[in-house]
């Protein structure tokens, strides 16, 4: 089993493609030893001590290590762990946390039944042109709402803590948001 490594924006973060399909629904991430309880290969990497995050997408991980970790140690052990569960065909979560699997939202603005034509475009957006190129560099993005021009989005896996995410944000998305839906003011991090 070959596994390829990419460098992601992130400095931190490494992007594991796995050779085969890692979720065949969504993604997750697991920013904490805790969150990871309910995924074997999750626990695992967080038990190297220097992880402080990874992110499950659908053929990739990403694996985020703490400020002064030295990928040059850290990579060999990420990459033993993975081939190990590949190899061995070990179940992603564990018997039963399925339900687990998704995340509740967090600070989820309601959005106004009068923008659904609007929210409807900005989710689109994100879907068919936002969410594949973040996915490229590691990561994903989620929305959480549109209130009064203000589309709020959320950062995830390599994307998440970033040096460089705000200004993906700023420019990148929220140009690409503005043009295409004029009701859009801006974009926040939420």
């Given at each position: 089993?070959?596994?390829e490594?990419?460098?992601?924006?992130?400095?931190?973060?490494?992007?594991?493609?796995?050779?085969?399909?890692?979720?065949?629904?969504?993604?997750?991430?697991?920013?904490?030893?805790?969150?990871?309880?309910?995924?074997p290969?999750?626990?695992?990497?967080?038990?190297?001590?220097?992880?402080?995050?990874?992110?499950?997408?659908?053929?990739?991980?990403s694996?985020?290590?703490?400020?002064?970790?030295?990928?040059?140690?850290?990579?060999?052990?990420?990459?033993?762990?993975?081939?190990?569960?590949?190899?061995?065909?070990?179940?992603?979560?564990k018997?039963?946390?399925?339900?687990?699997?998704?995340?509740?939202?967090?600070?989820?603005?309601?959005?106004?039944?009068?923008?659904?034509?609007?929210?409807?475009?900005?989710?689109?957006?994100?879907?068919t042109?936002?969410?594949?190129?973040?996915?490229?560099?590691?990561?994903?993005?989620?929305?959480?709402?549109?209130?009064?021009?203000?589309?709020?989005?959320?950062?995830?896996?390599?994307?998440?803590?970033?040096?460089?995410?705000?200004?993906?944000?700023?420019?990148?998305?929220?140009?690409?948001?503005?043009?295409?839906?004029?009701?859009?003011?801006?974009?926040?991090?939420?």
């Amino acid at each position: 089993m070959l596994i390829e490594t990419e460098k992601t924006p992130n400095p931190s973060t490494l992007k594991f493609l796995v050779g085969q399909p890692v979720m065949s629904d969504g993604t997750r991430d697991f920013a904490s030893p805790e969150d990871a309880e309910i995924s074997p290969l999750a626990e695992a990497l967080f038990t190297l001590g220097d992880v402080t995050g990874v992110f499950f997408g659908s053929d990739f991980i990403s694996v985020t290590c703490g400020p002064g970790a030295d990928w040059v140690d850290q990579k060999p052990q990420v990459l033993s762990i993975l081939l190990d569960h590949f190899s061995a065909g070990l179940p992603l979560f564990k018997a039963g946390s399925a339900g687990d699997i998704t995340v509740p939202p967090e600070e989820e603005v309601h959005d106004d039944p009068e923008d659904a034509d609007i929210v409807a475009q900005i989710k689109e957006l994100i879907e068919t042109r936002v969410r594949p190129a973040v996915a490229n560099d590691g990561g994903d993005i989620v929305y959480r709402g549109f209130n009064k021009g203000t589309v709020f989005l959320k950062m995830q896996g390599a994307c998440a803590g970033c040096p460089s995410s705000s200004a993906t944000l700023k420019h990148g998305i929220e140009s690409l948001l503005k043009h295409y839906v004029p009701e859009v003011i801006e974009v926040q991090a939420a």
